[in-house]
């Protein structure tokens, strides 16, 4: 290497150390030298802020740097002189995400349309006013390929969404709008007076079927479970889910908060995927026949009009990664989880006992860092062989070495059984959780009976480094004790609750 070439004169140690720098930074770094503003401009024009409030970029400032722009954050009420550059806007060749946020009015002046749309792979919609012309530009980025759109009410010509004269029985012989999309996300959205005599959730499940290489779906009508009308339920997981063949190959990832789904159709779910990274489905029902499909190494296919069966690369248990399901899902379906999911690092489930994982496989889902279930204690914990159950089900929990949030008690006490929880002290098995270096967050959320002496404080605080948060515990009535203990965590900075 030539001795005399000065390290911050190549433009690749430059944009290294770029990627360490926030925007202020990079902004005094331009003026240091020619090489530092030509390898440094581009980041600090990726992406834009054009806001009523913070303040936007110039006319001329947008034509000088339009070759860079790959993004473009819209944030208010837009204001009506930043439209007129927006031929720079529509020439750049490097624009690849929209992301509008418009927690204010809609802008009425506000044209997506007018974007170079065909480079766009991004588009994110908050609190948005839809009409025509953004459905017109969401069918011209034909390489979209991540949608996300929330709180939105749309009056739009639903026609020019699907492309169909209302013949959304006939989809699939169409060509798909999105044919590059993998991921789609459907937050409180809403579609006024849709065709007769569709409702808003179907023609929003045919929008998934309009997203054929789809990995992963949102669909959260944003309503509490409870509330929700059944068909309502039927109508988006009809259109996007049961209408054959079997489109959605690649979908891994499936994220529905509020949607109620029975345990015989989230098994008919199960049975078409090949492969499951993340299953979130807090209102729905996991029972044994979901559970054979996890474990299972056949697959269902349809094939004119008959269900066929073939081996699964991988069996479901073997691939995800994070799994939430009902806290009233059958018994013994957190053990047969635990005890099948290797890669599964984060999970809320329901209810497993001591008395199952005493007499259960050994856990096999080493790699948690989340755990929030109800462990319920189905023994006697006053006597020698309650005692030594419990030990086991701690010495599992134990195993756990990764884990950063512990909540042992999601079920609140309404929906419990007779039986109390896993008593967490060291007479009773707390030593058994020494291996937990990474635990952050302990929760006992809705039990009250978990109690603390000074012997467990002091030995949570010496043996659990990275503890920040304890929850519901209850400390020894007495007064030096209880002053003890605070003194222990507080010089730890410990919060209790």
């Not at 110039?58 to 993004?71: F, V, W």
């Amino acid at each position: 290497m030539n001795n005399k070439v000065n390290l911050l004169d190549l433009p690749e140690i430059i944009s290294h150390v770029g990627r360490f720098l926030d925007q202020n930074d990079h902004l005094i770094c331009i003026r240091v030298s020619k090489i530092f503003y030509s390898t440094l401009i581009r980041s600090i024009w990726r992406t834009i802020l054009v806001s009523s409030v913070q303040g936007y970029p110039s006319g001329e400032a947008l034509q000088n740097n339009k070759k860079y722009i790959e993004g473009i954050r819209l944030y208010g009420d837009i204001p009506k002189e930043y439209w007129s550059c927006r031929d720079v806007i529509a020439s750049s060749s490097s624009l690849r995400s929209s992301v509008n946020t418009v927690h204010a009015r809609p802008n009425p002046t506000l044209k997506p349309h007018q974007l170079h749309n065909s480079t766009i792979t991004r588009i994110h919609l908050t609190r948005y006013s839809v009409s025509d012309e953004l459905w017109q530009t969401l069918l011209g980025c034909t390489n979209l390929e991540r949608l996300e759109i929330a709180y939105t009410r749309t009056n739009a010509n639903i026609d020019l969404f699907f492309q169909l004269p209302f013949n959304f029985q006939n989809s699939e012989a169409s060509e798909h709008i999105f044919p590059n999309m993998h991921t789609l996300s459907i937050r409180s959205v809403k579609i006024i007076n849709p065709p007769y005599p569709y409702t808003s959730s179907y023609c929003l499940g045919m929008l998934v079927r309009e997203c054929p290489g789809l990995c992963a779906l949102t669909f959260d009508d944003g309503t509490e479970s409870y509330k929700i009308e059944q068909p309502k339920h039927n109508d988006f997981r009809r259109a996007a889910f049961l209408q054959h063949p079997w489109a959605l190959t690649n979908l891994s990832e499936l994220c529905m908060p509020s949607m109620i789904i029975k345990d015989e159709e989230l098994a008919a779910l199960l049975r078409q995927m090949t492969e499951l990274r993340k299953l979130q489905v807090p209102s729905c029902e996991l029972g044994q026949l979901s559970l054979q499909e996890l474990l299972t190494e056949k697959q269902g296919i349809l094939s004119n009009g008959h269900t066929m069966r073939k081996t699964r690369h991988r069996r479901l248990c073997e691939t995800v990664e994070v799994l939430t399901f009902n806290v009233q899902s059958a018994d013994g379906i957190v053990q047969a989880i635990l005890s099948n999911c290797p890669r599964l690092k984060r999970m809320r489930g329901s209810k497993v006992t001591v008395t199952e994982i005493v007499n259960g496989s050994r856990w096999v889902s080493t790699n948690l860092t989340d755990l929030n279930i109800y462990l319920e204690a189905d023994v006697d914990q006053e006597t020698a062989e309650g005692m030594a159950k419990s030990r086991i089900a701690s010495k599992q929990l134990g195993k756990l070495t990764r884990l950063r949030y512990l909540d042992l008690t999601r079920q609140s006490p309404r929906i419990r059984g007779k039986n109390g929880q896993l008593d967490i002290k060291l007479r009773a098995g707390l030593d058994e959780l020494v291996n937990l270096k990474n635990l952050t967050w302990l929760w006992f959320r809705y039990d009250g009976s978990q109690r603390l002496d000074f012997e467990d404080a002091t030995w949570i605080v010496n043996n659990w480094p990275n503890i920040e948060f304890l929850s519901h515990f209850l400390i020894d009535d007495d007064l030096s004790v209880s002053t003890s203990v605070d003194s222990l965590f507080g010089s730890r900075n410990i919060i209790r609750s």
